[in-house]
């Protein structure tokens, strides 16, 4: 089974899409080019380690985005029904289009929220949601139903930003990012031990906790968005630094402490 993140980047950006011949030469040099997206699928590739994932029969992506890992382990595990919800129809609407296009019959769509899905409670062996809950108010994160959704013994991957958060160059330079924060992030509200007590009380056995994404991740996606605001040319040109500093930000990061919390919790048997 190989995992592979990223795989239609250059189908699924609109930018991208203008220009193909541009983004196959640019996707060959400098392979995925979103730092934040590219230290988030790093993450998420560690976390599916903790769990059984070629036992699954049916996955859901709460929350997909884009799309990009619900397209990743459809195509890392043919036999698994990968079901991608999310309630940005557009979104949803050309995940149906590319997943049609490459004959993906085992991943299926939804521009729906995890409570509408009546007839598939009990039905899933792992659900992840990879920063969502985040922009979900504290007491309207799906905590309850994701539990209906699963079988007993089946998985909940949450990974969100941890609330403090490490920061390197100077705060002024990110101020619109901060202010998008301040309208977006309503949920970003756990530490670590937050988010396992919470797993707990939602009935979850947590199997796993930790904090990832250190100062040297932080540094790499610091560098990452100035490069990005300064223009394409100057983005691709510090991102092979930028993708550097995350993955050494890998080797040396002694979870402690970090940008992101991530648990995993398995409703009991």
């Known amino acids: 089974m190989e995992i592979v993140f990223g795989k239609m980047q250059d189908q699924m950006s609109e930018r991208m899409r ?5 983004a196959k030469w640019i996707k060959r040099i400098f392979g995925y080019t979103l730092v934040g997206n590219y230290a ?3 993450t998420f590739k560690e976390l599916l380690s903790q769990v059984p994932l070629t036992e699954f029969k049916r996955i859901m992506d709460l929350g997909c985005g884009y799309g990009e890992s619900a397209f990743m382990l459809a195509d ?69 139903e994701a539990y209906k959704k699963l079988r007993p013994g089946g998985y909940l991957l949450i990974k969100i930003p941890s609330r403090e958060q490490l920061t390197i160059l100077p705060e002024d330079w990110f101020e619109d990012h901060h202010d998008w924060l301040e309208d977006e992030h309503i949920g970003q509200v756990y530490e670590l031990n937050d988010l396992e007590q919470r797993m707990s009380k939602e009935g979850f056995i947590v199997q796993y906790a930790a904090y990832a994404d250190g100062w040297w991740s ?34 040396v990061h002694r979870r402690q402490s970090g940008n992101t919390i991530q648990v995993i919790g398995r409703k009991p048997l």
């Not at 203008?18 to 541009?22: A, F, G, M, V, W």
């Not at 129809?89 to 929220?113: C, D, G, V, Y």
């Not at 605001?229 to 993955?247: D, E, I, T």
């Open 18 to 22: 203008r220009r193909p011949l541009l």
């Open 40 to 42: 988030r699928a790093l």
């Open 76 to 144: 890392a595990l043919p036999d698994t029904r990968v079901n991608a919800l999310d309630i940005n129809q557009q979104s949803i609407a050309n995940i149906a289009r590319l997943a049609e296009e490459h004959q993906m019959k085992n991943l299926e769509t939804h521009p729906a929220t995890i409570d509408t899905l009546e007839n598939l409670d009990g039905q899933f062996d792992f659900i992840y949601s990879v920063d969502v809950f985040e922009h979900i108010k504290e007491e309207e994160m799906p905590f309850a």
């Open 218 to 251: 932080r540094l790499g996606w610091e560098l990452g968005y100035l490069s990005h605001k300064a223009g394409p040319v100057l983005q691709l040109l510090c991102l092979p630094f930028a993708k550097l500093l995350v993955r050494f930000d890998r080797l």
